[in-house]
């Protein structure tokens, strides 16, 4: 999935290079959620607007109507910069991979109930896009609100149906970074001006999966030729 490391296939064919680049672009993403720790980024979530200066100060406004074009990823990017909610290592590292390229993605849908659609953010890696932070703004008169931040990577949010899914990785005692062995699934509903969790799914990942060692050829299953299979005899 998008945003997260990426598990191995069932025969574990051309994993091992993916897998280094995965392991670093998490080492990457952890070391920044341990920088926000001790830089001003409380590495939480937060799931609902924090007052008044949770009001970002960027240039970029709510359209006015459907009809009218969204924010370029520029504006978004410079939302997210402005934002006092934002930690600070996730703002120092938040620049263009190639040219003016940021490594965010970027949705539009409802979520909170208002007239225009609520944005979601997702910063990550450049690379292997590996997702360090999500945030979801809400349109106000003068601008959008943080109303929702997860600093704690990997992670990665989505709307689905009028709801924000947030799909966040987790690592074991032991665990390489290239195979966490877990992940939680959890599902917010827009209640009482705040994000309000709904369900959560827990998911264990075999541990089985992805420890071959990357110098041994992967083993390719035989099949006995057509012309010796021959059709059981009924008795």
């Not at 402005?82 to 490594?103: F, M, N, Q, S, T």
């Amino acid at each position: 999935m998008r945003g997260l490391s990426n598990r191995p296939g069932p025969d574990g064919t051309g994993q091992a290079l993916k897998a280094v680049i995965t392991a670093v672009a998490v080492i990457t993403a952890l070391g920044l959620f341990v920088a926000a720790c001790g830089t001003g980024g409380t590495g939480a979530r937060d799931e609902g607007p924090a007052g008044n200066d949770s009001r970002a100060k960027g240039t970029a406004s709510p359209s006015a109507s459907p009809t009218e074009s969204r924010e370029t990823t520029a504006q978004v990017v410079e939302l997210v910069k402005a934002d006092p909610r934002v930690g600070k290592a996730v703002k120092r590292d938040l620049h263009p991979c190639v040219a003016d390229e940021y490594p965010v993605d970027v949705s539009y849908g409802k979520l909170t109930g208002g007239s225009a659609n609520d944005i979601v953010v997702n910063v990550m890696t450049c690379g292997d896009a590996v997702g360090v932070a999500s945030y979801v703004y809400r349109a106000k008169r003068s601008g959008y609100e943080n109303v929702f931040r997860a600093e704690e990577p990997p992670v990665y949010a989505e709307i689905d149906r009028g709801a924000l899914v947030v799909t966040q990785q987790l690592y074991g005692k032991g665990d390489p970074v290239e195979f966490p062995s877990s992940e939680e699934v959890i599902t917010y509903r827009w209640s009482m001006n705040r994000f309000a969790e709904e369900s959560r799914t827990h998911n264990d990942y075999s541990s089985a999966v992805g420890d071959t060692d990357p110098s041994e050829p992967v083993p390719v299953p035989t099949v006995a030729p057509a012309e010796t299979l021959k059709p059981t005899e009924s008795s």
